[in-house]
């Protein structure tokens, strides 16, 4: 390389060194975050009996409960969602919690809820709506 | 160049250089499909060949930016710069069959035109979670087709080695924009917290080599050259082996100085090929013999051989006792100056 392109060639570099993570650390601090919840495992003898099951071929619903109403949503995902992050609102649209690998989440919800939606909150799409 | 057994020489290592990167490629490929298959055997085929050639393609393309900055570090890494161009070209086709298989699985079962696709299927343009990432990937692949397209020698001779260099200095561009099609899509699809991890790695590393690379060539930039009535002192003649050069650095332009059969001749060190460093080439029957592909020059004058008409700048030495000294200023590309004797 002559002279010139030796210089230009430690600027690009200098540039990208401090460019790409800017970026990336930029992206990351702006995805937006939800509640985790906690992935339970079943255990039965602890669980509320189970009011209503609802199925497909991505998850398993239990609505979990006394004879007052449901107090807890069981979902039992069966196949990770292709969607890196993924939210459970309830049908006012508060946030349940964040779903991510297969397996049992739970969240707590209110008697009266009527439905449930699974958003991906980076892209703004609605992945699937489930009526209860 | 030079003499037939030279030829057949060169070509023998380029025929084993193609070998062992096929070779390479093909049991990445295989290596990917099995181990996907074993883990999860519901992968659709489609997917498997997105995966399988993107990552390829990447780790190719880390490996290529990773070799000039080595051997600049270290020689013994010197093997894997020749044919570094057939490693770049089949890097593309590798990025070309990803790029492909995702216009194929994502864009094509719409009404609009699959490339229109790419660029208006998500319109977040001014968000980076969700910035149209396959956009990135789209224009890098662009600049690796022209990449690839233009590496034939026919386009250095008519590109010339400045051009034909700059144009491949879009090479960074096209890295950052891969990594950062990597990383923002890793927001959008399920991706492998393992390809992440290693692209971040990898990422670090290119950088810090040609960043490390870099200033150490700073430092013989700007070694101190004692002057007298012009003329920059360099070495004494014993500092210089036999057949081989010594360096210097004149107004910023590297020189580089070869002893041989008994005299001194000093040329441009850039070679007109593609930049090779012919300081560090030896001579080979007569002449300077660059130490990427081979390229010669004669030392009395900087020019090829016939039928060969590439040429690099000359110099004038002197020697004062056994002191070597050159004059800073080059002569036109090709200008003969007599050697000095020793
Ligand atoms: C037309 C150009 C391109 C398009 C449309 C495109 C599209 C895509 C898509 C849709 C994904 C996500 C795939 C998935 O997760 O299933 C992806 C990931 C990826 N792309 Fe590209 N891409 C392009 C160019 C490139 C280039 C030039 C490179 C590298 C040289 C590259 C490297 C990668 C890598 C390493 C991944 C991550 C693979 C993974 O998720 O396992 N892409 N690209
Ligand atoms: S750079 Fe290719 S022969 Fe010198």
Redesign the interface.
Known sequence: MISSQRKRHRFIWVMIGVLLPLLVVLAVLRTPSFPYSEKAEIVAETSLPILKEIESDLFKINLRGTSDGAEELELLLKVPLKSPSAVVFDDQQNVLGQIGASGVYRFPIRPANKAITIKDPIKNQIITEIKL | MGLDYQLVLWNKQKKRYDLVLFLFIVIYLLGFAVVTFTTNANTSLETLIIRAFGSLAILMLHIILMIGPLTRIDKRFMPLLYNRRHFGVLMFLMAAVHGVFSIIQFHTLGNVNPIVSIFTS?L?YN?????PFQVLGFLALIILFLMAATSHDFWLANLSA?TW?ALH?AV?LA??LV??HI??G??????SPLLLGLVGLG?TII??L??FA??K??KV?QAKVSEEDGWHYVCSVEDIKENRAKMTTCA???VAIFKYEGKLSAVHN?CRHQ?GPLGEGKIVDGCITCPWHGYQYLPGNGQSPPPFTEKVETYNLKLVGNKVYIDPKAHAPGTPVDPIKI
Do not use: P, W
């Not at chain 2, 968000?127 to 910035?131: A, E, I, M, W």
């Not at chain 2, 890793?186 to 991706?191: G, N, S, V």
């Open positions: 998500n977040d968000s980076l979670t969700n910035f400045k260099k200095m960074y890295y950052t990594i950062l990383f923002l890793a927001f959008q699809q399920e991706t990422a950088v810090a040609h960043i870099g200033f060539e700073v930039d910023g332009e590297r850039v930049g």
